[in-house]
């Protein structure tokens, strides 16, 4: 048995479990929203954070990073048993076709986990919904939690999905609204650096706001 992962959150920067290889590709009629309540992790039940999900959406794409877990049973249950403490607020686990970029036709992979939500605030109780892009970047510029700020989650995710070469336009757009409401606007943003030619420098905004992530981070996160 192998087991394989699809990560498009905090998954494809920072696993946190063992894992034998990682390879960057997509997944279709799926696009990435902010949607879910995190209350352990980048918020707290007074002040959730806004961290990623998956909404089905004929014709989208999704990229992010696909992680194989090899070794036998036991270490595939010592990674399942962590990412579902640490995705503990995905009530869905879903089975998908992942694809590699120059060949959108047929699957690189069949039967790759994804953790997702179930899009119902009745059955779902961490499910926010959809909201106006400036209420959900005042509510990610201040929430709080153990691991840390949720703005630096969205950042994070940010970087990361310019370092694989796939930038999310939604991303990049409630990022840039996110650094509006911080007093950050003309700091930059990962797109502006590449446009100016910088594609290797960290993006400005990731010094500016002095991330300070604690220990829990390397092991839990969401």
């Known amino acids: 048995m192998v087991l394989w992962v699809f990560g498009y959150g905090s998954l494809v920067w920072n696993p946190g479990f063992d894992y034998d290889e990682k390879v960057i590709g997509f997944i279709k009629d799926y696009k990435r929203v902010f949607d879910l309540a995190c209350i352990d992790h980048r918020g707290t039940p007074e002040h959730p954070a806004r961290t990623c999900t998956l909404e089905q959406s004929e014709g989208a794409i999704c990229w992010g990073a696909a992680f194989c877990v090899r070794g036998g049973p036991e270490k595939e249950r010592l990674a399942m048993e962590y990412l579902e403490r640490r995705e503990c607020e995905y009530d869905c686990k879903t089975l998908v076709d992942f694809y590699k970029e120059g060949n959108t036709s047929a699957p690189a992979l ?8 179930t899009p119902d605030k009745v059955s779902n109780k961490y499910y926010l919904g ?3 892009l400036e209420d959900m970047a005042r509510q990610i510029a201040t929430a709080v ?3 840390g700020n949720n703005r630096d989650y ?11 070469g796939h930038e999310d336009d939604m991303v990049i ?3 840039s609204e996110v650094r509006k409401v911080l007093g950050m606007v003309g700091k930059g943003s990962v797109k502006e650096k590449k446009l100016v030619g910088l594609p290797h ?21 969401s």
């Not at 069949?110 to 939500?117: A, D, L, Q, R």
């Open 110 to 117: 069949t039967g790759i986990i994804v953790f997702t939500s």
């Open 130 to 132: 959809p909201a106006p």
């Open 145 to 147: 939690g153990p691991c």
């Open 154 to 164: 969205l950042f994070l995710l940010e970087k990361a999905m310019f370092d694989i």
């Open 173 to 175: 757009e409630l990022a």
């Open 201 to 221: 420098l960290l993006p400005a905004h990731m010094s500016a706001i002095q991330l300070h992530l604690l220990p829990e981070v390397i092991t839990l996160d």
